[in-house]
């Protein structure tokens, strides 16, 4: 069992900067691929980043392609997203997810565990 906590959402202009972070509780948090997935009013879950369980492999969506970085810390069982340059089609809810298979799944199907999310709006 997996429990996911975000933090670090927040209200930021466009071009603006935000860093969140999932802290991941029990002992295990290095066994899993972890994801970021985000959420829009009326818009389907959609695919961020991901980054392997040990952050050999990441793998982003086109649309934060050089914007966004993931990056994890085993020993802190915690997983982050730099978010830079953000745009108002940045808002969202952002989740975190556990995945324990070997792919970074795009989906959210794959994936076993969720966190509650954190709101992010980027005002233009």
């Known amino acids: 069992q997996v429990q996911l906590v975000e933090s670090g959402g927040g209200l930021v202009q466009a071009g603006g900067s935000l860093r969140l972070s999932c802290a991941a509780s029990?002992?295990?948090?290095?066994?899993?691929?972890m994801g970021w997935f985000r959420q829009a009013p009326g818009r389907e879950r959609e695919f961020v980043a991901a980054i392997s369980s040990r952050g050999m492999r990441k793998n982003y969506a086109d649309s934060v392609k050089g914007r966004f970085t993931v990056s994890r810390d085993n020993a802190k069982n915690t997983v982050y997203l730099q978010m830079n340059s953000l745009k108002p089609e940045d808002s969202a809810v952002y989740y975190c997810?556990?995945?324990?298979?070997?792919?970074?799944?795009?989906?959210?199907?794959?994936?076993?565990?969720w966190g509650q999310g954190t709101q992010v709006t980027v005002s233009s």
């Open positions: 029990g002992r295990t948090f290095s066994l899993y691929n």
């Open positions: 997810a556990a995945d324990r298979d070997s792919s970074l799944a795009v989906s959210p199907g794959p994936y076993d565990y």
